[in-house]
């Protein structure tokens, strides 16, 4: 019995030095002391620079009055330092719902909330049409827009480019259907899910309609545009009776032939003005490599076979599908970065909070700063945009809720708006992202880390849970400024940070760290 006691013991304490040796070969060599929520900063590893952070005017800035004390209240909010400073503005070119009958009741020019403020106003005079003509032709005379029916919408986005310490460094405009005269329904989305809407002989008519709006904001509103984004979501189904807003579905071969008509318009225009204006492809619904319907590498493929390919340099996605999956993104990275190397970066541009009703509190928020998180550290994302800006009532889509249509509506920020501040406020064009976690972290605690031109250190710090977080600074760096989104504050300077090397977190919490060395 001794000698098995003997033995056992033995095999005992063997065993103790094993595990050991083995949890010492886990140390993180970043924190060999082993801390509980250490930050980890490596400014040697260098990602993706960042080219700005934005929302879409989609259905809610062709309700803004101009001259309104909304229109001042909305564009200082958005696009200055005095609110949330984004940098890039997503203007919706419509398909015109708002004009078809089929979409209301009430004739042409009215407004229609249909369905959640879903139409959208086009420039182009559908009675001008004449069938006698090619739609080509058609929708090459100019005389057949009149850009007064979209004024709310494009003199807002002029407002906020122009405006008094106006933070706007890029303009994109975007479609999500080709107006429902070029289309095979006849309406801005399909007769039966996934018909391709958009018929071949109807291409440049389509290209013309989008030059015209680059046209006018270019030339007739002396404002500066970097893309047109003429195909949105193309994998997704788009069509029969519960089709929810503007849409068209094309297949792989049918967007990239599409692109190559549209390539050759855009570098006309860029000819004839001296512009740089480029290609925005191609708004993927998701990056979801192994879901059926997600398809984004077909489509990237077809468009690889032609010559124009060579100048694509960045792929838009958004978010949906797997808004939280790590795997998804690094599957998608991971073939992405195999098939082209390093010449394709990723922008994020669109994603919301996909409930129905208003969530003006932090369980969206803290989940949009886990999204953001993702999309940089996971997707390489170099810029970020929010879906809609703006919400009515208690519809849920936007980072602010304002009544539609109200010439002094109150600007209602949720959490969202402030934790999407936690990075845009803070961020400028040029920032890179460095290697940065927290390590040995609790649940629910993690960090984004940038590195500023003037080597000031930012990080986005996220405690998702119900407890407060003791976080842990490497050595050599000195928190300058604090500024928390929770429950209690909005996007507020903390008063007092910690000392000893520390910064507590508050439970539920998005918290920007200025940070030097």
């Known amino acids: 019995m001794k000698k098995r006691y003997f033995r056992v013991v033995c095999a005992a304490v063997a065993l103790c030095f094993v595990l050991a040796a083995f949890a010492a070969c886990k140390t993180n060599p970043a924190n060999p002391e082993g801390l509980e929520n250490y930050l980890v900063i490596d400014e040697s590893k260098e990602y993706q620079s960042v080219t700005g952070f934005g929302a879409s005017a989609a259905w809610w800035a062709q309700t803004v009055p101009q001259g309104s004390q909304s229109a001042t209240d909305l564009a200082k909010s958005l696009y200055t330092d005095d609110g949330i400073g984004l940098s890039i503005y997503r203007y919706n070119i419509g398909g015109g719902s708002w004009d078809y009958e089929a979409y209301n009741d009430h004739g042409a020019g009215d407004f229609v909330v249909f369905p959640e403020y879903r ?63 070029l289309t095979k329904s006849g309406k801005t989305n399909g007769d039966y899910k996934y018909q391709s809407n958009l018929p071949e ?32 979501e193309p994998q997704h189904a788009w069509g029969g009776e519960d089709s929810p807003q503007e849409g068209c579905h094309y297949e792989p071969e049918e967007l990239a032939a599409f692109y190559d008509v ?10 004839r003005y001296g512009t740089t204006v480029k290609m925005d492809v191609f708004e993927s619904g998701n990056y979801d490599v192994y879901k059926s319907k997600g398809r984004v590498m077909e489509y990237i493929y077809a468009m690889s076979k ?9 792929i838009s996605v958004h978010s949906y599908g797997s808004p939280t999956s790590v795997e998804a ?95 845009s406020r803070f961020l400028d064009s040029g ?49 300058e400024e604090a500024y928390e989104t929770s429950a209690e504050m909005d996007l507020k300077k903390v008063a007092t940070v910690n000392s000893d090397n520390a910064y507590t977190a508050s439970a539920g919490s998005v918290t920007t760290l200025i940070l030097s060395k």
């Open 262 to 271: 549209f390539h050759g318009y855009l570098s006309d225009f860029n000819a």
């Open 329 to 423: 993104r690094e599957s998608f990275v991971y073939m992405l970065n195999n098939l082209y190397g390093d010449k394709i970066s990723v922008e994020m541009s669109e994603i919301c909070y996909m409930e129905a009703v208003l969530d003006e509190g932090m369980t969206s928020a803290l989940w949009l700063s886990e999204v953001m998180n993702k999309d940089f550290v996971n997707l390489g994302a170099k810029a970020w945009s929010w879906w809609m800006a703006t919400s009515c009532d208690d519809y849920n889509d936007g980072i602010v809720t304002w009544m539609w249509g109200s010439e002094d509506g109150e600007v209602k920020p949720t959490k969202r708006y402030y934790v999407m501040g936690n990075y």
């Open 306 to 314: 032609y010559d124009w390919f060579d100048e694509i340099d960045t």
């Open 119 to 181: 139409n959208t106003q086009s420039a182009f005079i559908a009675e001008n049409y004449d069938k006698s003509l090619s739609a080509k032709e058609n929708f090459a005379i100019a005389d057949n827009y009149d850009f007064s029916k979209d004024a709310n919408a494009l003199e807002f986005m002029k407002l906020c480019a122009v405006q008094e310490g106006s933070t706007v460094e890029r303009i994109i405009l975007f479609a999500n259907s080709p107006h429902y005269l």
């Open 431 to 479: 920032d890179k992202r460095i290697e940065g976690y927290v390590d040995n972290a609790d649940d629910g605690v993690f960090a984004t880390v940038f590195k500023k031109g003037n080597g000031d250190i930012v990080v986005v710090l996220t405690n998702t849970g119900n407890k407060k977080a003791v976080i842990n600074l490497p050595d050599g760096y000195t928190i």
């Open 201 to 232: 002989e109807n291409y440049e008519a389509y290209c013309e309609y989008l030059i015209k709006y680059l046209e006018y904001v270019v030339v007739g509103m002396g404002l500066d545009v970097e893309a047109v984004s003429a195909i949105n």
